[in-house]
Protein backbone atom coordinates (compact mmCIF):
# COMPACT_ATOMS: atom_id res chain seq x y z
CA UNK A 1 0.00 0.00 0.00
CA UNK A 2 1.88 2.91 -0.93
CA UNK A 3 -0.45 5.78 1.11
CA UNK A 4 -2.04 4.90 4.39
CA UNK A 5 -3.69 6.80 7.29
CA UNK A 6 -1.52 8.74 9.59
CA UNK A 7 -3.17 6.86 12.41
CA UNK A 8 -6.35 4.49 12.78
CA UNK A 9 -9.52 6.24 11.65
CA UNK A 10 -7.67 9.43 10.74
CA UNK A 11 -8.92 11.52 7.94
CA UNK A 12 -5.24 12.57 6.83
CA UNK A 13 -3.58 10.32 4.20
CA UNK A 14 0.70 9.99 3.86
CA UNK A 15 2.92 7.75 1.73
CA UNK A 16 3.31 4.46 3.95
CA UNK A 17 7.22 5.17 3.86
CA UNK A 18 6.57 8.14 6.23
CA UNK A 19 4.44 6.36 8.58
CA UNK A 20 6.11 3.89 11.00
CA UNK A 21 5.84 0.34 10.60
CA UNK A 22 3.21 -0.83 13.25
CA UNK A 23 4.80 -4.33 13.51
CA UNK A 24 8.52 -3.33 12.77
CA UNK A 25 11.55 -5.63 11.78
CA UNK A 26 13.41 -4.64 15.56
CA UNK A 27 15.20 -1.24 13.77
CA UNK A 28 17.88 -1.10 16.31
CA UNK A 29 19.30 -2.97 18.64
CA UNK A 30 17.95 -3.61 22.32
CA UNK A 31 21.71 -4.22 23.96
CA UNK A 32 24.41 -1.76 23.02
CA UNK A 33 27.86 -3.08 24.23
CA UNK A 34 30.31 0.09 25.88
CA UNK A 35 32.55 -0.88 23.06
CA UNK A 36 30.14 0.08 20.50
CA UNK A 37 29.06 3.19 22.16
CA UNK A 38 32.49 4.46 21.85
CA UNK A 39 33.27 4.14 18.19
CA UNK A 40 29.55 6.00 17.95
CA UNK A 41 30.36 8.88 19.91
CA UNK A 42 34.07 8.67 18.24
CA UNK A 43 32.55 8.85 14.59
CA UNK A 44 30.23 11.62 15.58
CA UNK A 45 32.73 14.05 16.94
CA UNK A 46 35.38 13.45 14.21
CA UNK A 47 32.74 13.71 11.59
CA UNK A 48 31.13 16.85 12.70
CA UNK A 49 34.81 18.45 13.33
CA UNK A 50 35.70 17.59 9.65
CA UNK A 51 31.86 18.76 8.14
CA UNK A 52 32.78 22.46 9.67
CA UNK A 53 36.20 22.39 8.29
CA UNK A 54 34.74 21.02 4.93
CA UNK A 55 32.12 24.04 4.93
CA UNK A 56 35.10 26.53 6.35
CA UNK A 57 37.24 26.52 3.54
CA UNK A 58 37.83 29.44 0.96
CA UNK A 59 35.63 29.41 -1.71
CA UNK A 60 37.98 27.68 -4.94
CA UNK A 61 40.30 26.13 -2.44
CA UNK A 62 40.85 22.15 -2.74
CA UNK A 63 40.81 21.20 0.48
CA UNK A 64 36.88 21.18 -0.01
CA UNK A 65 37.02 18.10 -1.61
CA UNK A 66 39.75 16.80 0.18
CA UNK A 67 37.43 17.48 3.99
CA UNK A 68 34.54 16.04 1.83
CA UNK A 69 35.93 13.35 1.09
CA UNK A 70 37.38 12.69 4.54
CA UNK A 71 33.95 13.15 6.23
CA UNK A 72 31.98 10.92 4.04
CA UNK A 73 35.11 8.52 4.65
CA UNK A 74 34.47 9.11 8.28
CA UNK A 75 30.54 9.01 9.06
CA UNK A 76 31.06 5.88 6.43
CA UNK A 77 33.72 3.73 8.25
CA UNK A 78 32.25 4.74 11.55
CA UNK A 79 28.85 2.87 10.73
CA UNK A 80 30.32 0.40 9.23
CA UNK A 81 32.54 -0.48 12.54
CA UNK A 82 30.57 0.87 14.98
CA UNK A 83 26.88 -1.33 14.23
CA UNK A 84 25.13 -3.57 12.31
CA UNK A 85 23.59 -1.87 9.34
CA UNK A 86 20.24 -3.33 8.30
CA UNK A 87 19.48 -2.04 4.38
CA UNK A 88 15.74 -3.59 3.73
CA UNK A 89 14.20 -6.13 5.78
CA UNK A 90 13.39 -9.49 3.24
CA UNK A 91 10.01 -8.86 3.88
CA UNK A 92 9.74 -5.05 2.48
CA UNK A 93 8.71 -4.79 -1.56
CA UNK A 94 12.46 -3.45 -2.45
CA UNK A 95 10.39 -1.95 -5.42
CA UNK A 96 8.08 -0.43 -3.53
CA UNK A 97 10.44 0.99 -1.45
CA UNK A 98 12.65 2.63 -3.90
CA UNK A 99 9.80 4.40 -5.91
CA UNK A 100 8.22 5.82 -3.01
CA UNK A 101 11.85 7.07 -1.74
CA UNK A 102 12.84 8.09 -5.27
CA UNK A 103 9.51 10.34 -5.04
CA UNK A 104 9.67 11.46 -1.64
CA UNK A 105 13.32 12.99 -2.24
CA UNK A 106 11.75 14.77 -5.60
CA UNK A 107 9.19 16.19 -3.26
CA UNK A 108 11.18 17.62 -0.90
CA UNK A 109 13.38 19.02 -3.57
CA UNK A 110 9.97 20.75 -4.89
CA UNK A 111 9.41 21.98 -1.40
CA UNK A 112 13.18 23.73 -0.80
CA UNK A 113 13.55 25.20 -4.42
CA UNK A 114 10.35 26.78 -3.38
CA UNK A 115 11.72 27.76 -0.41
CA UNK A 116 15.04 28.77 -1.82
CA UNK A 117 13.52 31.46 -4.27
CA UNK A 118 11.96 32.89 -0.83
CA UNK A 119 15.27 32.52 1.15
CA UNK A 120 17.65 34.26 -1.10
CA UNK A 121 15.71 37.53 -1.11
CA UNK A 122 15.78 37.37 3.18
CA UNK A 123 18.76 39.22 4.60
CA UNK A 124 19.38 36.41 7.07
CA UNK A 125 19.39 33.69 4.79
CA UNK A 126 20.94 35.04 1.62
CA UNK A 127 24.32 35.24 2.87
CA UNK A 128 24.24 31.80 4.33
CA UNK A 129 22.73 30.18 1.07
CA UNK A 130 25.65 31.97 -0.70
CA UNK A 131 28.53 30.70 1.30
CA UNK A 132 26.88 27.34 0.29
CA UNK A 133 26.58 27.67 -3.28
CA UNK A 134 29.55 29.37 -3.31
CA UNK A 135 31.00 26.24 -2.64
CA UNK A 136 29.25 24.00 -4.78
CA UNK A 137 30.58 25.97 -7.49
CA UNK A 138 34.09 26.33 -6.37
CA UNK A 139 35.08 22.45 -7.84
CA UNK A 140 33.94 21.07 -11.24
CA UNK A 141 30.25 19.86 -11.17
CA UNK A 142 31.32 16.18 -11.32
CA UNK A 143 33.68 16.72 -8.46
CA UNK A 144 30.89 18.39 -6.69
CA UNK A 145 28.59 15.62 -7.27
CA UNK A 146 30.65 13.10 -6.31
CA UNK A 147 31.85 15.00 -2.75
CA UNK A 148 27.71 15.32 -2.22
CA UNK A 149 26.99 11.93 -3.10
CA UNK A 150 29.37 10.04 -1.04
CA UNK A 151 28.47 12.31 2.29
CA UNK A 152 25.14 11.50 1.23
CA UNK A 153 24.88 7.74 1.66
CA UNK A 154 27.86 7.75 3.99
CA UNK A 155 25.83 10.31 6.09
CA UNK A 156 22.49 7.76 6.48
CA UNK A 157 24.49 4.53 6.95
CA UNK A 158 25.72 6.50 10.43
CA UNK A 159 22.94 8.94 11.09
CA UNK A 160 19.61 6.44 10.17
CA UNK A 161 21.99 3.23 10.81
CA UNK A 162 24.98 3.31 13.01
CA UNK A 163 24.06 5.67 15.56
CA UNK A 164 20.54 4.63 16.52
CA UNK A 165 21.91 0.94 16.78
CA UNK A 166 24.62 2.14 18.55
CA UNK A 167 23.72 4.11 21.82
CA UNK A 168 21.60 2.72 24.99
CA UNK A 169 18.95 5.37 24.80
CA UNK A 170 14.98 5.03 24.35
CA UNK A 171 14.14 6.82 21.47
CA UNK A 172 17.63 6.26 19.21
CA UNK A 173 15.82 7.56 16.03
CA UNK A 174 14.86 11.12 18.20
CA UNK A 175 18.03 11.70 19.23
CA UNK A 176 19.95 10.47 15.80
CA UNK A 177 17.85 13.15 14.11
CA UNK A 178 19.21 15.85 16.89
CA UNK A 179 22.49 14.87 16.67
CA UNK A 180 22.35 15.33 12.54
CA UNK A 181 20.98 18.97 13.66
CA UNK A 182 23.31 19.51 16.01
CA UNK A 183 26.34 18.22 13.64
CA UNK A 184 24.55 20.45 10.83
CA UNK A 185 24.86 23.15 13.54
CA UNK A 186 28.72 23.22 13.71
CA UNK A 187 29.12 24.70 10.01
CA UNK A 188 27.70 27.73 11.67
CA UNK A 189 25.14 28.18 8.44
CA UNK A 190 21.72 28.65 9.49
CA UNK A 191 20.50 27.75 5.78
CA UNK A 192 22.35 24.02 6.64
CA UNK A 193 20.51 24.30 10.12
CA UNK A 194 16.78 24.77 8.93
CA UNK A 195 17.53 22.29 6.03
CA UNK A 196 18.96 19.56 8.68
CA UNK A 197 16.23 19.82 10.86
CA UNK A 198 13.48 19.11 7.68
CA UNK A 199 15.55 16.59 5.99
CA UNK A 200 16.36 14.49 9.35
CA UNK A 201 12.97 14.75 10.37
CA UNK A 202 11.63 13.27 6.88
CA UNK A 203 14.82 11.06 6.79
CA UNK A 204 14.12 9.62 9.88
CA UNK A 205 10.54 8.89 9.12
CA UNK A 206 11.50 6.96 5.93
CA UNK A 207 14.03 4.91 8.06
CA UNK A 208 11.45 3.82 10.09
CA UNK A 209 8.71 3.27 7.98
CA UNK A 210 10.80 1.03 5.68
CA UNK A 211 12.48 -0.82 8.37
CA UNK A 212 16.48 -0.28 6.87
CA UNK A 213 18.61 2.57 5.69
CA UNK A 214 18.23 1.74 2.11
CA UNK A 215 15.22 4.16 1.31
CA UNK A 216 16.83 7.15 3.34
CA UNK A 217 19.83 6.54 0.85
CA UNK A 218 17.86 6.75 -1.97
CA UNK A 219 15.76 10.00 -1.07
CA UNK A 220 18.96 11.40 0.49
CA UNK A 221 21.03 11.11 -3.05
CA UNK A 222 17.50 11.93 -5.04
CA UNK A 223 17.41 14.87 -3.33
CA UNK A 224 21.31 15.84 -3.03
CA UNK A 225 21.05 15.23 -6.64
CA UNK A 226 18.36 17.38 -7.71
CA UNK A 227 19.90 20.76 -5.51
CA UNK A 228 22.95 20.04 -7.14
CA UNK A 229 22.03 19.74 -10.59
CA UNK A 230 18.62 21.35 -11.01
CA UNK A 231 17.83 24.09 -8.88
CA UNK A 232 17.17 27.37 -10.65
CA UNK A 233 19.23 30.27 -9.13
Not at 151 to 176: D, I, K, M, S, T
Not at 190 to 210: D, E, H, K, P, Q
Amino acid sequence: MLWTPARPGSLVWLPSLLVPRRSPVPAFAQQVSGRRAVLTLTTFIVGTVLLSLTLHVEKGSRAFVVFGLATAAAWGIGALVSAHVTLLPNRVGAGRVLVQAGAIGVTLFVMFATAYQVAKHTPVLSGALDSVLGKADAAPRVIVLVVTLTNGLAEELYFRGALPAGLPVRRPALLAGLLYVAATAATGNLALVIAAVVMGTVLGLVRLGSGGVLAPIVTHLTWSTLMLLALPR
